[in-house]
């Protein structure tokens, strides 16, 4: 579940969508020149671009048992 926002704050979980056009659900930080989309999982590496067009705060997950 998410809620339509334009703005991040960093260690926000956001929707985003990248400089290639792909949606993708990542830990959101601005560094100095750019930004940082960090996944959970750790054996991921994180993205790194000038640009992120957010799209949504997560604000709940839901899972079937």
């Given amino acids: 579940m998410f809620v339509a926002k ?15 056009n792909e949606a993708t659900v990542k830990r959101f930080y601005k560094e100095k020149a750019r930004y940082r989309l960090q996944p959970e999982n750790s054996s991921m590496d994180p993205i790194y671009l000038e ?11 839901f899972r079937e048992m």
């Fill in 6 to 20: 334009t703005i991040a704050e960093n260690g926000d979980i956001i929707v985003a969508m990248t400089e290639e």
């Fill in 51 to 61: 640009q992120v067009s957010v799209l949504g705060k997560v604000v709940g997950l």
